[in-house]
């Protein structure tokens, strides 16, 4: 089958939860596929990045954003029903190049990730009415919930700004189930958060592990006690830091003062380099995150905002850290609390939490070893995007 995977960022290095995916997802349907790559970029797609992508794509079509582009769309945006969010990444010439491309590679299923790429489905349907192409939608995640409880964490006059973009986009991704033959997404709750009533048509396709990967025989002697990580720009990870650092840890270092803490991860935004001390680490950039979880003894996701899976915690799982997360984070991952993980509801709860992992190492490895098994039993790469290759087959199925 040719497949059409159409991204509005390029796909590697892997320091964003949706180039994972997208990444893993072209890797495994190029073993039976064909794979065409159009990625929209506003920045320099270094060389080795794009030979990552050359192993697994037949060809690869760059579109270049421009800053000057992206402030004429948000200015016609004002004047239309469309979300900021799609129009960031909608250009007339980045859509003249997409259909130039398309036409080109003429095939049987395009691909396209978040709802911010629509605009670009759309062009297929304006221009090829009869066409047979299947399109396919994954939201990943419900932007509009993500933008709402970012909303409710931010200050009054920027609240009310991402209310206004919280109204277009519920109505924007209603409105991808006519455009769509086929969505997916990545959790369950997720996809209850996407205001219609055809939200059941969206077909559950989850993130997985790279075992191989994450079968670690570097070194692992303990660096860190606490270990927290992700894109560190990301509004949802900053608030979790600081939640980490400013709520949790005074309880933690209250009963245990040597307690060390790593925030692992790319493009630290200032709130969170300030919170760097004798006790903390910003790492900034990592070449290799396997070496941090190596280090570590415990993983803390405290996430009070945000939406989709935390690939982080898959990951830490992966490495056999015990994880201490929240009910945000834990609903998504199907796992069972006091189980396979440790889940508080609030700083007194985590923060008891992580003491008890701390002082009993048996009690971190029981953990530790029961999430590792988990996931090494639900979540694979290849399982779930064998049954996005189901969905993006041009023949209906019954799925």
Sequence with gaps: MKILVVLTRFPYPLNKGDKLRAYNQIK????????????????????????????YCEDIHIAKLSLLGKICSLFKCLFSSMP???????????KRSF???????????????FVRSAEYAKVIRKKRKNNAVRLVLDFQDCLSMNIFRRANVSNP??????????????????????????????????????MTQRRKETKIIENGV???????DGNRKKRWDIIFSGNMSYKPNVVAAKYLINNIM?????????????????????????????????????????QCYAQSLIFVAPMQIGTGLQNKLLEAMAMMLPCVTTELAHCALKTKADEHLLVGNNEKELSAHILALLKNS??????????????????????????????????????
């Design 210 to 216: 790279d075992k191989k990967y994450f079968e670690y």
């Design 250 to 290: 005074p309880l933690v270092w209250k009963k245990n003062k040597d307690v060390t803490v790593c925030l692992a991860g790319s493009n630290p935004s200032k709130e969170v380099k300030a919170l760097a001390n004798d006790k903390v680490t910003v790492t900034g950039w990592v070449d290799d995150m396997r």
């Design 157 to 194: 006059v920027v609240k009310f700004l991402l209310m206004q973009e919280v109204k277009r986009l519920r109505k924007y991704e209603d409105s991808m189930f006519d455009l769509f033959d086929a969505t997916s997404i990545i959790t369950k709750q997720d996809r209850g958060c996407i």
């Design 362 to 399: 048996s009690y971190r490895y029981n953990i530790a070893k029961a999430g590792n098994s988990f996931v090494k039993d639900n979540y694979s790469w290849s399982a779930s995007t064998l049954r996005l290759e189901k969905l993006l087959s041009p023949v209906k199925r019954n799925n």
């Design 99 to 113: 259909y130039k491309y398309f036409s080109e590679v003429n095939p049987e299923s395009a691909y396209f990730q």
């Design 28 to 55: 495994e349907l190029s073993k039976h596929n064909d794979i065409y790559l159009f990625a929209l970029t506003d920045k320099r797609i270094k060389k080795d990045d794009y030979q990552k992508l050359e192993t």
């Design 84 to 94: 900021l969010q799609v129009a960031l990444f909608t250009s007339f010439s980045a």
